[in-house]
C-alpha cells in the first residue's frame, strides 16, 4: 500500500520564483495536513483539509502561501512569490478513521520537500 | 492552548543504557498524546500514543511512555538502546485529533 507521496523531494529556486509543491495523500484517508519544518521553529502546521474542504489556514503565514485541494488525492502548496526565509522542509501528512469509524489519531506523513529559496 | 515542552534537544546514551526522552505538555481538557520518531531525509512515523485508555503505553521497537496528569508529562523510555534508535522524536499533543501540536524535538544519539 502506498504511503502518503510528495513531489518534488528537493525544490532550489531563486527568489521571487512561484514554487508547488504536491501530495498525494494515501487512499480513503479524508484528512490532509500541510507542515513546515525548520531548525528555528520546528514543526508548524499550516492548513488542514477535511473531504478536500480546507478547515483551518491560521498557520498560513503570509498571502505568499495557498493551499487547494480539487479531490482526494490530490493537494497543492503554492508560494508565489518565494523568498528565503521559505527555505525549509514542507510535510504532507494524511489521516482517517479507524476500522471501528473511529480516528485513531495517527498521521502518516510524505518524506517531505526540502525548498531552498535563493 | 495547547503545547509541548521537550526538554533536552540533543540527548547521547550508550548502546545498551536506558533512553528517557522527557515530554511535558498544556492542555485545557484531556488531551491525546503522541510521540513519533524522524529518520534523517524522511517524514514522521508514529511510536505510541495515548488515547486515555490504560496511562502506561507501548509502542513499536520496544518504546514505551507512561501518561502522568499529575505532572502533565508523557516520557519515552526504552530500557536498553540500540544503534538503530539514534534519529529525532518528537512529542506532540492534539485534543480533536484534528490540529496536533509537536514539541521542538529531540535528537537521540547512541554511542557504540
Known amino acids: 500500500d502506498a504511503g502518503v507521496i510528495q513531489s518534488p523531494r528537493h525544490e532550489v529556486t531563486e527568489m521571487g520564483q512561484e514554487v508547488t509543491l504536491r501530495c498525494k495523500p494515501i487512499s480513503g484517508h479524508d484528512y490532509l495536513f500541510w507542515y513546515r519544518q525548520t531548525m528555528m521553529r520546528g514543526l508548524e502546521l499550516l492548513i488542514y483539509f477535511n473531504n478536500n474542504v480546507p478547515i483551518d489556514d491560521s498557520g498560513m503565514p503570509e498571502d505568499r502561501f495557498s493551499a487547494k485541494m480539487p479531490n482526494a488525492s490530490f493537494s497543492t502548496l503554492k508560494i508565489q512569490p518565494s523568498e528565503p526565509r521559505d527555505s525549509a522542509v514542507y510535510f504532507c501528512?494524511?489521516?482517517?478513521?479507524?476500522?471501528?469509524?473511529?480516528?485513531?489519531?495517527?498521521?502518516?506523513f510524505g518524506e517531505g520537500s526540502r525548498l531552498t529559496v535563493l | 492552548a495547547q503545547s509541548v515542552t521537550q526538554l533536552g534537544s540533543h540527548v547521547s546514551v550508550s548502546e545498551g543504557a536506558l533512553v528517557l526522552l522527557r515530554c511535558n505538555y498544556s492542555?485545557?481538557?484531556?488531551?491525546?498524546l503522541f510521540w513519533y520518531v524522524q529518520y534523517p531525509n524522511q517524514g514522521l512515523q508514529l511510536l505510541l500514543k495515548y488515547t486515555s485508555a490504560a496511562t502506561l503505553v507501548k509502542g513499536i521497537n520496544g518504546f514505551e511512555a507512561e501518561f502522568k496528569k499529575s505532572e502533565t508529562s508523557f516520557h519515552l523510555t526504552k530500557p536498553s538502546a540500540h544503534m538503530s534508535d539514534a534519529a529525532e522524536y518528537f512529542c506532540a499533543v492534539s485534543e480533536d485529533f484534528n490540529k496536533f501540536y509537536f514539541g521542538s524535538g529531540t535528537k537521540l544519539n547512541v554511542k557504540p
Open positions: 501528512a494524511s489521516s482517517s478513521r479507524g476500522s471501528g469509524g473511529v480516528y485513531t489519531g495517527e498521521l502518516f
Open positions: 492542555s485545557s481538557v484531556p488531551p491525546y
